[in-house]
């Protein structure tokens, strides 16, 4: 692989070549973990997190543990020098002093990219604000292959907080590089994608998407439902918050409106946008998510250090 020393800052810093390999990787370590234990002996994981989190952070710690190296980290940017007003570029070029790869987590768009700029290490992008997430990326795409067994093919439905949803833009980056992917955007009026993702449709290989307000119309039509919370932290008025945070709320019965091989997928945490009872629906694929998540981050520390 050629990804040693390089960072991932959004999906098209790897080819689709390059981003498969780290599937395969990932494959390989879910069916023979115990081989990949010790494999980054003796390195170090940085997680600077300005931003709350629970998988990512976790399943990044969890992952290059189970990889036998070691974590330091701060969450929250209360406990490290950026409340002293430190600027990414500091915090980053002194955590490369001692850790030999590092994720970032931060409320500015494109914060992830300035780290990697500075820090000389490998950087990844564990989500700058409304922007990107690739990490969210590469566990969703494994996911969809896994369950439906392709990556091009396939109609997307993408539903709730589209604007603000950054593994929805993410996503969208990714899937816009295989054939014959049709996106369906169901979301509010205010909440729509913003004009950079719907470009990036026009730009791939898939070429097609339609906008829509209510899931009802559309899922006997999906392959794939893509459920999101409404990002609450990025609203400017609670106002607007309460009143669309409730758009959706998928429940059992309109999962009856939905093919039997639809699967539902959601980064989480999910607020309301999913009900409790579709869990047991065979279909519900997210908790599935988390559980590549993990595999996906080891392979991912394992190409970025080139100790694969
Ligand atoms: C997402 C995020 O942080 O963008 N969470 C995650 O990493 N799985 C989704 C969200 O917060 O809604």
Redesign the pocket.
Known sequence: MTLQGRSFIEPPDFTVEETDEVFRLAKRIMAAPGDYAERAKGRLLATLFYEP?T??RFSFEAAMLKLGGQVIGFSGENSSSAAKGESISDTVKTVACYADIAVI?HPKEGSARVAAAAAGIPVING?DGGHQ?PT?TLTDLMTIMTEKGRLGDLKVGLCGDLKF???VHSLVRALCRYEGIEFILISPEELRAPDYVKADIGRGRCGAYREAERMQDVLSELDILYM??V?KERFFNEEDYIRLKDSYILDAEKMRLAPEDMIVMH???RVNEIAPEVDADPRAVYFKQVENGMYARMALILALLGEE
């Open positions: 989190s998988r990512t987590r989500g997430h969210q949803g950054r593994t999101t919370r990002q980064p989480l945490p």
